[in-house]
């Protein structure tokens, strides 16, 4: 019984050491991505930055792509549960906007990962993978707002000309295209505007619906 139980700690302490070495790497990745782009860093960088060697990171992710997607279903799923967060606490169709308003204005200040997913966007296509983990990952994740959108639509009585689909991908796109607009324009394009053009998008599309002004 004691060999068992030694043997149960020794197997739980290599799980939590490779835990903290995925913890770390993902940490350097995203740095090193956030400043160098998709494309720009590398896998010895990442793993330097980490500190580790380029086994270590082989080990634990199969390339730079891998690490990539890992990093981005994290924020996807952050940005779906804060979709959620958002609506369960929403007592009125104005509130859920107003609160998904104060959501993206939130990502306005964090642009990088709109960037980084467009720009991976465009890898992929230019190398003729639309079809990639990066692309079905994507979809879930429309697929997944899509679906809290038309629970939110029902569950307030919205009548607006765009679908929940249609929705969810404008609310994308406007979030990417405006962080890409930022990176590329000279003129200083304020944070705050994603959130603004969203909350004008969204009182747009429920401007049918009685007492949304």
Known sequence: MKCEE????????????????????????AANFAKYGFEGASVDQISEAAGFSRGAFYSNFADKEAIFLDLLVQHLEHDIDGFKRIAAESRTLEELITGLTA???????RPDWCLLSSEFQLYASRVGRPDSEFSRAYEDFRQRLS??????FQRFDFRGELSARQLASAIIGLSHGLALERAASKVNLPMEVTGMAIRALLFGAAASNAGVR
Request: hydrophobic share 40%; glycine share 2%; charged share 40%.
């Open 147 to 152: 679906a809290l959108l038309d629970e939110a």
């Open 103 to 109: 959501s993206y204005r939130d990502l306005g200040q």
């Open 6 to 29: 030694e043997w149960s700690v020794a197997r739980l302490s290599r799980e939590e050491s490779r835990e903290r070495t995925r913890a770390l790497l993902r940490r350097a990745a």
